[in-house]
């Protein structure tokens, strides 16, 4: 794969991922295989942008002091921001007809 720095499978949690360096932008897209396949809770020390696929996601976010939020549902296409030092999981809640993916995005400093 021409440009991908990383790539990885993550098997038990139905998710591969790649990573690649593009306009100044670090760039990780995670491909979840089944509905059920998740990102596990996890923070950066940087904050970041993401953007879903088709489908629908379940996001948790958990704040810096441990304030957990319910999961929200969120429709594939949509756009968003994870602070840095906020922990998120993401959940393929609803297959889209084609694999699940968030991409998520930071600037390289």
């Known amino acids: 794969m021409a440009g991908v720095t990383a790539y990885e499978s993550d098997i038990p949690n139905g998710r591969v991922w790649a990573m690649w360096e593009a306009d100044g932008y670090q760039h990780r897209s995670n491909i979840l295989m089944h509905e059920g396949a998740e990102i596990p809770m996890h923070a950066h020390s ?15 976010v958990e704040s810096p002091e441990g304030v957990k939020e319910a999961e929200r549902i969120i429709e594939g296409g949509s756009t968003g921001h994870v602070p840095a030092w906020w922990k998120h999981h993401f959940r393929l809640v609803k297959w889209g007809g084609a694999p699940g993916q968030v991409d998520c995005y930071w600037r390289v400093e």
């Open 46 to 60: 940087y904050a970041h942008d993401y953007r879903l696929g088709v489908g629908e996601y379940g996001l948790v």
